[in-house]
């Protein structure tokens, strides 16, 4: 295990998560605890968010995951959102992991743990020993999700305390890699859309005298990314959302809580803050292949030249992305601790994009580079996720 130093050695527009005290990995182990089923953390605190007195009573919880609901775009637009702004916050702003991405998030919140120590280390990483990338968002199963994501999850650890364990997410996201590595040990039922997701999650809750139910909820990110979150149709998609969150908190049952939260925030990027990688030619000099994504890259270099990499990348890349080597980005802390059989899959060169900059790819990433909104790395943007709570009748 690597752990980390005191001093992050981060710039000051990038911040390191507060594992163990605000962060998106103490939300479950939080809810098991209210829930009579304490989880184990090791050096991390039970419930560092207080979740067990703001849910005292509730024998049944709802965790919905909104895709891409930042905390600082809910209070942009908190006028589109009346049913979110309503809600209180048992324990303030949370943070999400890093990198801010998808795939890291949702294991993060699964496991109840640090990237570092669960492995999920970005949206595109290095198979070590197999001159390839996986891409988490389409992982089926190679590598088997049981020893890529060994950790157990907070769902498999309550469900073994008698627990009844629901998952819903995506009808196509049945069986796949993420899937079985981040919802590990939930029954998992695919929605067919956001009104199928509310009628399955409000069924769960009936699934048990004790029960957690799990919603993820993708359109608002995908909206993002494609249309920009300055946009008509991402305030559309948000007051929708909004709606969402109002018929399950108008349908919960007496004895139940509710509980919205996020994995990443998001933010516009213009042309004029986009490095296209693929015409600087310098930069592809000693690199065996190229991981992460354009705010979150993961450079992988040659053996014997990453030290080179290193130097070029900073030097072309200067203040627009905080560039170290590995052994750096490990000892800052922004994975939380980092077991050692998994730190190859970290860049040997990590680069988080700073201000709104987006390290891009037109060549070999022809479809994300031309998204207009991106997240991933540790701007307060994109790391800021909300904690917002709503109870049933009967615990007001």
């Known amino acids: 295990m690597t ?63 909104v895709d891409g ?53 970005g949206f595109i990483t290095d198979v070590p020993g197999e001159d390839r990338t996986l891409n988490h968002t389409q992982w089926a199963d190679d590598p088997d999700p049981a020893d890529w994501m060994a950790q157990p999850t907070v ?12 998952a819903v997410g995506p009808w196509a996201y049945a069986g796949s890699g993420l899937t079985e590595a981040a919802y590990r040990g939930a029954n998992y039922t695919g929605a067919v859309g956001p009104g199928d997701l509310t009628a399955l999650m409000r069924t769960a809750l009936d699934a048990g005298p004790r029960a957690l139910v799990y919603g993820y909820l993708a359109e608002l990110d995908l909206t993002g990314h494609v249309r920009g979150v300055d946009s008509p149709s991402w305030r559309a998609q948000l007051a929708l959302v909004d709606r969402i969150v109002e018929q399950l908190v108008d349908e919960l049952p007496d004895d139940a809580a509710l509980l919205v939260t996020a994995d990443h925030g ?10 296209d990688l693929d015409d600087e030619p310098d930069l592809a000099d000693g690199v065996r292949l190229l991981a992460g994504e354009p705010r979150a890259r993961y450079v992988h270099a040659e053996p014997g030249a990453a030290a080179d990499v290193l130097d070029r990348w900073r030097g072309v890349l200067g203040d627009r992305a905080w560039v170290v080597g590995r052994d750096e980005a490990v000892a800052s802390g922004v994975f939380g601790v980092v077991d050692d059989a998994l730190a190859a899959r970290i860049g ?21 580079s031309r998204l207009a909104a991106y997240h991933g790395s540790l701007t307060a943007t994109e790391l800021a996720i909300p904690l917002l709570a709503a109870r049933g009748r009967a615990l007001t």
Do not use: K, N
Not at 24 to 46: E, I, K, S
Not at 266 to 275: F, G, K, W
Not at 357 to 363: E, F, G, K, M, V
């Open 266 to 275: 998001m933010l516009d990027v213009p042309a004029h803050t986009r490095l």
């Open 155 to 166: 769902f498999q650890r309550a469900a073994a305390d008698g627990v009844a364990v629901t």
């Open 3 to 65: 752990r980390p130093v005191d001093d992050a050695g981060l710039p000051p527009d990038l911040h390191r998560p507060s594992y163990g005290a605000a962060t998106l990995a103490d939300v479950l182990p939080g809810v098991a605890a209210a829930l009579g089923a304490p989880v184990p953390r090791g050096d991390l605190p039970v419930d560092p968010l207080g979740l067990t007195t703001a849910l005292q009573g509730a024998r049944r919880v709802a965790v919905l995951l």
């Open 69 to 121: 609901l930042g905390a600082d775009l809910i209070r942009a637009h908190a006028g589109l959102a009346p049913t979110l702004a309503a809600m209180t916050s048992p324990a303030g702003e949370l943070q999400a992991p890093c990198p801010s991405t998808t795939p890291v998030s949702l294991t993060t919140l699964g496991t109840g743990l640090p990237p570092g120590s669960h492995g999920i280390l």
């Open 348 to 368: 040997d060169v990590v680069a988080l994009a700073r201000g709104s900059w987006a390290l891009i790819s037109s060549r070999h990433e022809p479809g994300p």
